[in-house]
C-alpha cells in the first residue's frame, strides 16, 4: 500500500521557521520526484518545490525562493521542507505528492500518491 505522511506543520509567527516531513512507503522511492504542493482556502493548489529522487535536483515556486528548502533522506524515504522566514501567505495545507516522469513539476497532475496535508498557520 502506498502512503505518504506529512508531519510538522503548526501555527507559527510571521519570519519562523517549521520543517515538514514527507514519509513515503510503498513505492520505489528512488524512481519518483516527490513534491511538496499547498492550499489555502478558496485557492488552487499551487506547487511550492520537488526533489528527484534518483539524482537529486530541485524546483522551487518563486514565491518560496531563497526561504524553502527540499532535502531526500533516501535512506529513510523521507523528504523535508525546511521553511525560513515564514509570511502570513504561507498559510496553507500543505500535501507532499510523489510522481514517476515528472516534467511539469508544479503541476498537480503530474503526481501519482498524495498525502493527506498538514496545516501551516503563520500569524502576523
Known amino acids: 500500500e502506498v502512503q505518504l505522511v506529512e508531519s510538522g506543520g503548526g501555527l507559527v509567527q510571521a519570519g519562523g521557521s517549521l520543517r515538514l516531513s514527507c514519509a513515503a512507503s510503498?513505492?520505489?522511492?528512488?524512481?519518483?520526484?516527490i513534491g511538496w504542493f499547498r492550499q489555502a482556502p478558496g485557492k488552487e493548489r499551487e506547487g511550492v518545490s520537488c526533489?528527484?529522487?534518483?539524482?537529486?535536483?530541485?524546483y522551487y515556486a518563486d514565491s518560496v525562493k531563497g526561504r524553502f528548502t527540499i532535502s531526500s533522506d533516501n535512506a529513510k524515504n523521507t523528504v523535508y521542507l525546511q521553511m525560513i522566514s515564514l509570511k502570513p501567505e504561507d498559510t496553507a495545507v500543505y500535501y507532499c505528492?510523489?510522481?514517476?516522469?515528472?516534467?511539469?513539476?508544479?503541476?498537480?497532475?503530474?503526481?501519482?500518491?498524495w498525502g493527506q496535508g498538514t496545516q501551516v498557520t503563520v500569524s502576523s
Open positions: 526533489i528527484s529522487s534518483s539524482d537529486g535536483s530541485t
Open positions: 510503498g513505492f520505489t522511492f528512488d524512481d519518483y520526484a
Open positions: 505528492a510523489a510522481g514517476s516522469g515528472v516534467i511539469g513539476y508544479s503541476d498537480p497532475g503530474e503526481y501519482d500518491y
